[in-house]
């Protein structure tokens, strides 16, 4: 099973408040989970990520909290700013032993941080 | 500097008039990736190339077809384009084995289909 289900479609926030984006996945055998925030008109960019051998990974103002017995990861975004209205995706990926990153994405939170 | 190019960004065919993407990197990646994406929907992986190893996803459509004559260079064609084909089409690029797992992404070549 590849899917990734990713939770809530679109999300309003508040300026200084937390943003919340929770990921879940079926298939064991990924092994890598990065979130990748993308704005209109570009194209994604690696925001963080995360590999299973560990519970959370924080970078500034993002979190990613893992839970390897539930299959669920989330993101955190700490006092969400406007800068940050994008989508964001999470991704698990799959190794294939060949060296190359087969990412299966979830599909997509459009979050809003309202002033 | 932008360092995963596509071209053209924006691409206007007709219906069944063969359409070619293009990609180029300056990074030296030895993986280069195209992913399909549709209007509020999640990439979706086509085909990669590690090196001159081509990959294809199962369920990518034969319509689909990928070049990659050198490191630099990718390009996708789309041979007999359908209106389901719409969609913002997505180059990236990663090192290979053993190191971290990013992918550089492009900003996207939006093909519309008439």
């Known amino acids: 099973q590849q899917q990734v289900k990713q939770s809530p479609q679109s999300l309003i926030v508040q300026k200084g408040g937390i943003s919340i984006i929770n990921c879940a996945y079926e298939n064991t055998a990924f092994d890598y989970f990065p979130w990748y925030q993308q704005f209109p008109g570009k194209g994604p960019a690696l925001l963080i990520a995360?590999?299973?051998?560990?519970s959370e990974k924080k970078e500034g103002r993002f979190t990613i909290s893992f839970n390897k017995s539930a299959k669920q990861f989330s993101l955190h975004i700490m006092d969400s700013q406007p800068g940050d209205s994008a989508t964001y995706f999470c991704a698990a990926n799959r190794d294939s032993g060949a060296g190359s990153y087969q990412l299966t994405f979830g599909k997509g939170t459009k979050l809003s941080v309202i002033p | 500097d932008a360092m995963v190019i596509q071209n053209p960004r924006y691409q206007v065919t007709q219906f069944g008039k063969p359409v070619t993407l293009s990609c180029s990197q300056t990074?030296?990646?030895?993986?280069m990736y195209w992913y399909q994406q549709k209007s509020s929907q999640a990439p979706k992986l086509l085909f990669h190339?590690?090196?001159?190893?081509?990959?294809n996803e199962a369920d990518t459509p034969d319509n689909f077809q990928s070049r990659r004559p050198n490191t630099s260079f990718c390009f996708l064609d789309i041979r007999s384009p359908g209106l389901g084909d719409a969609a913002m089409y997505l180059c990236?690029?990663?090192?290979?084995?053993?190191?971290?797992?990013?992918?550089?992404f492009g900003e996207g070549s939006r093909l519309t289909v008439l």
């Open positions: 190339y590690y090196d001159k190893d081509f990959n």
């Open positions: 990074l030296n990646h030895n993986v």
């Open positions: 995360i590999r299973p051998d560990v």
């Open positions: 990236a690029t990663s090192r290979g084995q053993g190191v971290t797992g990013e992918l550089f």
